[in-house]
T-cell receptor, first 112, second 115 residues
């Protein structure tokens, strides 16, 4: 079962920051939070990941709360091409390896 | 460098048939995972291979199987196809699936339709 919960959908005006929340209250101490997005009919695309510190890359920023029970993905200046389903994932450890358990994601619609 | 390549992109099969899907990971990546995506169930983990060994398996019936070759290319096989097997099948490769700090790269998927 997915270890994350996300709102099913969000709208954001083009050029504004998109803030996508995620709850992962059962996360374990060494489990990373990953974010992927999926544009219609394409494979998921990696965005960013983090453990406990805030992270930033060319695509987005990831803010993780101090207790690690939730996080927020920030797209600083959303464009129409950012319209996609965004998945927040906690990788699970089992049988000597990790596997990604995807939840239902947030469908972000960027409006012109 | 080349990304993850899945073939074929589209496939139509009849109930009862079997199908084999192929995935070529990014060069140097040794871990390959397979996922099934349907509108009703979302993205579900099928299995993961590393160095020709299956290391992890999701909750799918035995009709779903896979293997990995010495060059890290992987195949997934579904036997006795059912209508409910219609889905987008995604493959993901990563450098070392067991490492804490690596990301997975997904292919474009194979869309299988069972009629």
């Amino acid at each position: 079962d997915a270890k994350t919960t996300q709102p099913p959908s969000m709208d954001c005006a083009e050029g504004r920051a998109a803030n996508l929340p995620c709850n992962h209250s059962t996360i374990s101490g060494n489990e990373y939070v990953y974010w992927y997005r999926q544009i219609h009919s394409q494979g998921p695309q990696y965005i960013i990941h983090g453990l406990k510190n805030n992270e930033t890359n060319e695509m987005a920023s990831l803010i993780i709360t101090e207790d690690r029970k939730s996080s927020t993905l920030i797209l600083p200046h959303a464009t129409l091409r950012d319209t996609a389903v965004y998945y927040c994932i906690v990788r699970e450890w089992g049988s000597g390896t990790y596997k990604y358990i995807f939840g239902t994601g947030t469908r972000l619609k960027v409006l012109a | 460098k080349a990304g993850v390549t899945q073939t074929p992109r589209y496939l139509i099969k009849t109930r009862g048939q079997q199908v084999t899907l192929s995935c070529s990971p990014i060069s140097g990546h040794r871990s390959v995972s397979w996922y099934q995506q349907t509108p009703g169930q979302g993205l579900q983990f099928l299995f993961e291979y590393f160095s020709e060994t299956q290391r992890n398996k999701g909750n799918f019936p035995g009709r779903f199987s896979g293997r990995q070759f010495s060059n890290s290319r992987s195949e997934m096989n579904v036997s006795t196809l059912e209508l409910g097997d219609s889905a987008l099948y995604l493959c993901a490769s990563s450098l070392e699936g067991g490492m804490l700090n690596t990301e997975a790269f997904f292919g474009q998927g194979t869309r299988l339709t069972v009629v």
